[in-house]
């Protein structure tokens, strides 16, 4: 089932099916969220669902000193949740649009650019509404 928030967040969902123990909610720039449904009758329930404002990751990618274009940036959430994008000719990245806390930011080089004594790999937190900043430089 579906239904649309109003103005002030609330909404409604009616004749929710009866073995619904979880609703979620989810918008374009504040991402998901999810609550328990606490039951009040067979036909009425509630949740509270608190959405915030999605974040993202910006940085650069250099190697040696010098900026590396055309590598692959992923930023995975705790819950397994993924994005990425491509370095620019600067070395530079921007993922946005992620949901707030704890992420692997990780750079995917090819076999020239790895070095096994070098971390291509960063664990940060995103905040909401502020991108988070990691920059590379092996």
Request: glycine share 10%.
């Amino acid at each position: 089932s579906r239904a649309r928030t109003s103005a002030d967040g609330s909404f409604e969902l009616s004749n929710p099916p009866p073995d619904t123990n979880l609703l979620s909610a989810s918008h374009p720039d504040f991402g998901v969220g999810a609550d328990e449904v606490g039951r009040e009758s067979e036909t009425s329930a509630t949740a509270i669902i608190r959405l915030q404002p999605l974040g993202g990751v910006t940085g650069s990618v250099r190697i040696g000193g010098k900026a590396v274009e055309g590598l692959m940036v992923l930023v995975e959430s705790e819950f397994g949740v993924s994005l990425g994008a491509q370095t620019d000719a600067e070395g530079r990245f921007f993922i946005e649009r992620f949901a707030p806390g704890p992420a692997d930011v990780s750079v995917i080089a090819s076999e020239a650019y790895q070095d096994p004594t070098e971390a291509l790999k960063r664990h940060v937190v995103i905040e909401p509404s502020t991108p988070v900043t990691v920059d590379f430089d092996v």
